[in-house]
């Protein structure tokens, strides 16, 4: 079922470009094409079915030179790897789905075909870039600005595929700011490889301040080619090309600091979300749960389980998992502790054995149940891809939307402690058993809640990690220790200092990462922690109460 | 791993075995199966991967007993559960040979497992077949390696990178354990011996299971935008490579921009998740699900029979693990015996068909002859057979490319009958004081 969304989307998207490039032929007055072309792109794209890839490439160089729309139809097939051909007879076949087979030329239905009566032709890495290349080329002129944007980033990434009166003609028609910036970096690009000293000269001009990692590539090729005399004899243009490079550089190094800032901002945002439910259960409650990481994955596998039961609405299972992932999580947790954890409160040691017992079962429930294969959660579309600040900074969609989904179950959270009944109940118990026992409140019911409370949010954590990882038995493990590490380290018992931990840790790992690598990142971090913990070993934000007065 | 306290501590103990085995054989003839011991994880962290290879094992077990068996007996799978937990592998191993009397064992994945097997196997002389690729650098006289050795999967796939696609700059990124360590030692000294420079070659190590991936794929994306074709070559180890590749798609890297040819990546990892960011990146492997031939048609029927899923894929190390068991089943009819002296010698040399056609033989080095395959991730999950070696590549034990081991060979014929057998010096095991 998702296969066959994504088709309906790549046929939408087929059918708008396929309008849209219909529209633009006829607006720029285009000679309608004469049935001999048309003929002549049929033979043409039949011979593709015995080439190989590097003949393949200059069949598609001629198909695009045919120029129409039927053309620029077939190559997007291809570029996206739904050109088939039928094996008996050798007509060319667009594949939508396996229920949506189209005649690529007459765009008629062809019904009645067997998985194995037809056969992909097959298109490989370099293919893709030619085929990428020639479809741009052809849509720069296209009426959708979104088109002609990606048609010029990708004219960027292939200038040698065009010559300058092409741009030349691409940028009189232009009349979009940004399109025209990256047509005259592509024109650049062209005429750095120019004869002539004076258009070197005005390509490096025009390169300044761009962030393009293409330009800066470009400048790097380029005055490597500088031999010892010509950088003397021709110094004007290596001191220009230096001096361009420079200022790229040193704009990219500050957008590299805020890269990791962001970096770490995110790692912090997915150590908070893992942390938070612990913070509930091992700081507030004092319970050493070492099946935290088992309430995660729990998280995990009910958005799995939500996104099959309606595979038609991805974006949406996300949202109804979110409430779900509480419930199913929590109501375990309450389990664990009427059943298990009740008995043995006040005896670390065997709450610990217990419940890391506990997560060994419920792994291979898991196992048992869904296999022990990792299973397939599918991101929403708004989930993948970048937000772009500028070309050297990119802030991917889904660690956004992790970070604002951290801060709002914090908020949430905070909101359940303070405002409630239920908090009242909590904080109170917490503070002082005896006392809010002989008040009337049912302290070990309190202690249920809580422990469900805190379960339940590890099973939102697990929604939102299944956009990042696998969802498989041993996605619990991998958090269970760094969420130890935050809620320790933040002063056990306090969700602002869980905030601050998780978010100092992040930051910290990822300022470390780059210079010491990943390994050495964590151990550094694990380090820094045990130091810290001699020091102050209530951690940042020390808390009064039951947890603190037992440590 | 100390190579020459094994050798001559084999040595001994092969003598007192064959004694001991003596009476061993007469009770296997008296028997009326033949005992076949399965040593795969079926829980803790390696079950995702393993627990398929003991269906393999379980199927191929089948349909032999369908044929007849073996020397007119029936096969009796002995399965075991090491629970992906090391030291168990050794006493389960221990629990195969002595109290269930297997004539053979398939198993392992992780080489951490099969060294801790091998001091168990080579003492009590019994017989393992590995399915897995990895990083070489061992021969033994109980263990015949079916996988991929580096010159038989890492090599090559450097190979085509650097003469078709053009690639000039690189990284090595892989999970920091052995087989990747000692796989990227390798690949940097092949490189540098092709004139690749220094500044050239990023290596990077991450911790198992890592997940956040940022940093590294930026740091890539940086390291490859300098206008020389890039590629990164990943030893990156089962589940990271998931949240590896989703953030390489995040961060806008493609397959055409940065190619990732990967060696752990095979079709059951990608049966996890949706592979549409991926299309393009490339795996190198000595099967693929997708090979048009029809012994590999049929394979897959029966597989799909036999686990009654027809969404099942299958890879490489299945095909390792068929290969496997049909030579060891062709020894055993050779030999006329289970004993394993017998079908050792007996394998040498033996020959079985491919799943990708053509035929695999097992060398004097235990290690095997086989094609090498480049594959491009698709959208169903598949891989598009893009390059093939022509013919087979033999299974180098010793890489020539690192200077501990270059002089290096196995050969267990006689007269060097000898695991580690130095070419310069002519002895058996005398580099490997020197080169540890």
């Given at each position: 079922m998702l296969m066959y969304c994504r088709q309906v989307l790549v046929t939408l998207i087929l059918l708008l470009t396929c309008a849209s490039v219909y529209a633009d032929n006829e607006a720029a007055g285009q000679p309608a094409q004469t049935p001999p072309a048309a003929d002549s792109l049929h033979q043409i794209t039949q011979s593709l079915i015995k080439a190989n890839y590097r003949e393949k490439a200059e069949i598609a160089e001629q198909m695009a030179a045919v120029g129409s729309d039927r053309s620029l139809i077939i190559l997007k097939t291809f570029l996206d790897g739904n050109l088939y051909y039928r094996k008996d007879d050798n007509t060319i076949l667009i594949v939508v789905d396996e229920d949506n087979i189209r005649d690529a030329f007459t765009d008629q239905p062809v019904e009645g075909l067997g998985r194995r009566d037809k056969r992909k032709i097959g298109v490989n890495n370099s293919l893709r870039g030619t085929l990428r290349s020639l479809i741009s080329q052809a849509q720069i002129n296209s009426k959708n600005v979104q088109l002609r944007l990606e048609a010029a980033t990708n004219l960027l990434k292939n200038s040698e595929d065009v010559d300058v009166a092409f741009v030349e003609a691409a940028l009189s028609k232009e009349d979009n700011k940004e399109i025209k910036r990256i047509l005259s970096l592509v024109k650049?690009?062209?005429?750095?490889?120019?004869?002539?000293?004076?258009?070197?000269?005005?390509?490096?001009?025009?390169?300044?301040?761009?962030?393009?990692?293409?330009?800066?590539?470009?400048?790097?090729?380029?005055?490597?080619?500088?031999?010892?005399?010509?950088?003397?004899?021709?110094?004007?243009?290596?001191?220009?090309?230096?001096?361009?490079?420079?200022?790229?550089?040193?704009?990219?190094?500050l957008n590299g600091y805020a890269e990791n800032l962001y970096f770490g901002l995110a790692l912090g945002a997915v150590?908070?979300?893992?942390?938070?439910?612990?913070?509930?259960?091992?700081?507030?409650?004092?319970?050493?749960?070492?099946?935290?990481?088992?309430?995660?994955?729990?998280?995990?596998?009910?958005?799995?389980?939500?996104?099959?039961?309606?595979?038609?609405?991805?974006?949406?299972?996300?949202?109804?998992?979110?409430?779900?992932?509480?419930?199913?999580?929590?109501?375990?947790?309450?389990?664990?502790?009427?059943?298990?954890?009740?008995?043995?409160?006040?005896?670390?040691?065997?709450?610990?054995?217990?419940?890391?017992?506990?997560?060994?079962?419920?792994?291979?429930?898991?196992?048992?149940?869904?296999?022990p294969l990792n299973r397939q959660v599918a991101s929403p579309d708004w989930m993948s891809g970048t937000f772009m600040l500028n070309p050297a900074l990119e802030l991917t969609w889904n660690r956004l939307y992790i970070i604002i989904f951290s801060l709002l179950v914090l908020a949430v959270l905070a909101l359940v402690l303070k405002r409630t009944l239920f908090g009242l109940q909590m904080r109170a118990v917490t503070m002082n058993r005896p006392m809010a026992s002989s008040m009337g409140i049912r302290t070990g019911w309190v202690d249920a809640l809580t422990f469900g409370l805190g379960s339940g949010i590890a099973g939102i954590a697990g929604v939102a990690l299944s956009q990042l990882t696998n969802v498989g038995p041993n996605l619990g493990q991998a958090y269970i220790i760094d969420s130890f590490m935050v809620v320790v380290f933040g002063g056990v018992g306090n969700l602002w200092g869980t905030l601050v931990a998780a978010m100092s840790l992040g930051v910290a790992n990822k300022i470390i990462e780059p210079m010491a690598g990943a390994v050495l990142a964590k151990i550094l971090v694990l380090v820094f922690i045990i130091l810290f913990i001699q020091k102050r070993p209530r951690g940042l934000f020390a808390l009064k109460g039951r947890a603190a007065d037992n440590s | 791993m100390n190579k020459s306290g094994f050798k001559s501590l084999s040595k001994v103990s092969k003598v007192l075995a064959t004694a001991t085995l003596a009476a061993g054989i007469s009770l296997a003839n008296a028997a009326d199966t033949i005992k076949v011991g399965v040593l795969h994880s079926l829980s803790g962290t390696m079950a995702i991967s393993e627990t398929t290879l003991k269906d393999t094992v379980l199927m191929m077990v089948e349909e032999q007993n369908k044929k007849g068996g073996l020397l007119g007996k029936k096969l009796e799978p002995v399965v075991v559960d090491p629970a992906s937990n090391w030291p168990l592998f050794a006493e389960k191993t221990r629990e195969l040979l002595e109290k269930e009397k297997v004539d053979v064992i398939f198993g392992c994945?992780?080489?951490?497992?099969?060294?801790?097997?091998?001091?168990?196997?080579?003492?009590?002389?019994?017989?393992?077949?590995?399915?897995?690729?990895?990083?070489?650098?061992?021969?033994?006289?109980?263990?015949?390696?079916?996988?991929?050795?580096?010159?038989?999967?890492?090599?090559?796939?450097?190979?085509?990178?650097?003469?078709?696609?053009?690639?000039?700059?690189?990284?090595?990124?892989?999970?920091?354990?052995?087989?990747?360590?000692?796989?990227?030692?390798?690949?940097?000294?092949?490189?540098?011996?092709?004139?690749?420079?220094?500044?050239?070659?990023?290596?990077?190590?991450?911790?198992?299971?890592?997940?956040?991936?940022?940093?590294?794929?930026?740091?890539?994306?940086?390291?490859?935008s300098s206008g020389v074709k890039t590629a990164v070559v990943s030893t990156i180890n089962g589940d990271a490579n998931v949240p590896f590749y989703k953030e390489l798609a995040n961060q806008g890297v493609s397959a055409e921009d940065i190619p990732v040819v990967a060696f752990s990546v095979g079709e059951e990892e990608l049966s996890g998740f949706d592979t549409a960011p991926l299309v393009g990146h490339l795996a190198a492997w000595n099967y693929f699900m997708s090979a048009p031939t029809d012994a590999n048609d049929d394979f897959i029927a029966d597989w799909h029979e036999f686990i009654k899923d027809d969404e099942r894929v299958t890879n490489d190390p299945m095909e390792a693990t068929y290969i496997g068991f049909n030579m060891w089943a062709k020894a055993v009819e050779k030999a006329g015996t289970t004993d394993v002296d017998k079908v050792e010698s007996a394998m040498i040399g033996i020959e079985v068909p491919n799943l990708t056609g053509g035929m695999a033989k097992m060398n004097k080095n235990h290690h095997l002859s086989k094609p090498v395959l480049i594959g491009e991730i698709q959208e169903d999950g598949q891989f598009d057979i893009v390059w093939e070696t022509d013919g087979v590549v033999p299974g180098d034990a010793w890489t020539d490319y690192l200077p501990e081991s270059k002089n290096l060979i196995s050969d267990w014929t006689a007269p060097i009958n000898c695991g580690n057998y130095n070419t310069k010096t002519k002895t058996c095991g005398g580099s490997m004081a020197t080169a540890e």
């Open positions: 650049g690009l062209i005429l750095l490889q120019s004869d002539s000293a004076e258009a070197r000269m005005a390509a490096l001009t025009s390169f300044e301040g761009s962030l393009y990692p293409e330009i800066r590539a470009a400048l790097i090729q380029f005055m490597r080619g500088f031999s010892e005399q010509e950088k003397a004899s021709r110094a004007g243009e290596y001191k220009l090309a230096q001096a361009t490079l420079d200022d790229i550089e040193s704009m990219l190094r150590l908070l979300l893992a942390a938070i439910g612990l913070a509930i259960t091992f700081g507030v409650m004092g319970v050493i749960n070492m099946a935290h990481g088992e309430m995660i994955m729990l998280g995990a596998y009910t958005t799995y389980v939500v996104q099959q039961l309606m595979p038609d609405h991805i974006g949406l299972s996300l949202v109804v998992s979110v409430p779900a992932a509480f419930l199913v999580s929590g109501a375990v947790g309450v389990a664990i502790e009427r059943g298990v954890i009740r008995h043995l409160y006040g005896r670390p040691l065997e709450t610990l054995l217990a419940t890391f017992g506990i997560s060994l079962i419920l792994q291979q429930a898991v196992r048992s149940i869904f296999s | 994945w992780t080489s951490v497992s099969r060294k801790s097997v091998l001091p168990v196997i080579e003492e009590l002389n019994g017989l393992l077949f590995y399915p897995v690729q990895y990083e070489g650098e061992e021969s033994s006289y109980n263990v015949f390696y079916t996988g991929a050795a580096p010159n038989q999967q890492a090599i090559p796939a450097v190979d085509y990178l650097m003469n078709d696609v053009g690639v000039k700059r690189w990284v090595l990124a892989g999970t920091d354990y052995v087989y990747p360590r000692t796989t990227n030692k390798i690949l940097e000294s092949y490189l540098k011996s092709k004139g690749v420079a220094e500044k050239d070659i990023m290596i990077n190590y991450t911790p198992f299971g890592h997940s956040d991936w940022q940093t590294i794929v930026s740091d890539i994306k940086k390291f490859g």
